[in-house]
Nanobody, 128 residues
Framework: QVQLVESGGGAVQAGGSLRLSCAASINFAIGYCMSWFRQGSGEERKGVAAIHTGGGDTYNADSVKGRFTISRDNAKNTLYLQMNSLKPEDTAMYYC?????????????????????WGQGTQVTVHS
């Protein structure tokens, strides 16, 4: 059973930065699509960014382009999300998710129903 453990969340002022981590019990060298999703209060869970652990291809939601950077360390089987220029609308629970195979084009990387494994989430709160 895949285990994903997120960390790094917290409360920051608008304009600040946070770095989320997701430690995985899987071997990144095999090739996984690793993604970050987020869910704000009263909102649906949405894809934020994805990366393929093999080729390193990355995907980002339009709302975070230029501010968030997804990366991975295959030696540590750890996924990261560097979040800069944070805005109050970035406030949400952030989840790490994994699935075997590519991140696209089909199924799309942001289709949460295609991910069998999820972490417990880490809360990010951005104060204005």
């Amino acid at each position: 059973q895949v285990q994903l453990v997120e960390s790094g969340g917290g409360a920051v002022q608008a304009g600040g930065s946070l770095r989320l981590s997701c430690a995985a019990s899987i071997n990144f060298a095999i090739g996984y699509c690793m993604s970050w999703f987020r869910q704000g209060s009263g909102e649906e869970r949405k894809g934020v960014a994805a990366i393929h652990t093999g080729g390193g291809d990355t995907y980002n939601a339009d709302s975070v382009k230029g501010r968030f950077t997804i990366s991975r360390d295959n030696a540590k089987n750890t996924l990261y999300l560097q979040m800069n220029s944070l805005k109050p609308e970035d406030t949400a629970m952030y989840y790490c998710a994994s699935r075997r195979g590519p991140c696209g084009p089909r199924p799309t990387w942001y289709d949460e129903s295609e991910y069998p494994s999820w972490g417990q989430g880490t809360q990010v709160t951005v104060h204005s």
